[in-house]
């Protein structure tokens, strides 16, 4: 599976990346662990599914069905899909209903299923509703509360501590150096590891796959195909 991707042009902050892929066969992929969000939009022989997929704490082998074209909006970290906010779809999956013409279900509403080309519309229709909103990570910190007021509040928003969002975003910056044919040191240096041994360890749990593997090009099966934001919690 090759993904392909685009960033978005919307411009009040409530997604940031559209991608999509096929599949030929059944088989399964890893899955890295993820901050933010992601809408996802399946075709199976004419078929369409869709639903929430939330923040990834771990990196997971899920199932890929044969025959299927996969489309997803990358909902920025701090946006909320209404009813679905990200601490209810942690390490999960919401599933939205599906009209008998193909028509998605969300806050009651029914959408038509988007596209690769169409999603920036697809977006707006939802901000416009007040279904996809932006709650600004910024402002609670700005307003200086105690610490344990903000972790509460970020957890609230995102579904995840600071401190796991610096961890998986660091990991997943590590592995697209990795991929991109660097050797571990700089990665350490570059990222703030400890040693060798501090970044194979958030690479396993993180990413699924070794430094030599990403390296060698084993990612094929592999949800992170697409470059993300070099810098940790971006």
């Known amino acids: 599976m090759r993904f392909e991707h685009r960033d978005t042009e919307i411009d009040a902050g409530v997604t940031d990346r559209v991608w999509r892929t096929r599949s030929d066969t059944a088989g399964t992929m890893t899955s890295a662990a993820r901050t933010c969000c992601h809408l996802i939009v399946t075709r199976t022989r004419g078929r369409v599914h869709a639903g929430l997929r939330g923040p990834e704490t771990r990196a997971t082998t899920v199932p890929v069905p044969p025959e299927t074209e996969f489309l997803g909006i990358r909902i920025t970290l701090g946006a909320v899909l209404r009813p679905h906010p990200a601490s209810s779809v942690i390490d999960g999956f919401a599933s939205f209903p599906v009209t008998d013409s193909g028509r998605i279900m969300i806050g009651g509403q029914e959408w038509e299923a988007p596209t690769y080309e169409n999603a920036e519309q697809f977006v707006r229709r939802l901000r416009d509703a007040g279904l996809l909103v932006r709650s600004r990570l910024e402002d609670v910190e700005r307003a200086r509360p105690a610490r344990r007021t903000v ?13 796991a969002v610096t961890q998986i975003d660091r990991a997943n910056a590590a592995a697209t150096m990795l991929r991109d044919g660097l050797d571990w040191r700089p990665v350490v240096a570059t990222l ?14 993180y990413v699924g796959h070794t430094a030599r593997g990403l390296r060698a090009g084993d990612r094929a099966s592999m949800s992170f195909l697409y470059k993300t934001h070099p810098r940790p919690g971006s």
């Open 151 to 163: 972790q509460r509040r970020y957890r609230a928003i995102t579904g995840l501590s600071p401190t």
């Open 192 to 205: 703030g590891y400890f040693d060798q041994a501090h970044l194979a360890h958030a690479l396993r749990r």
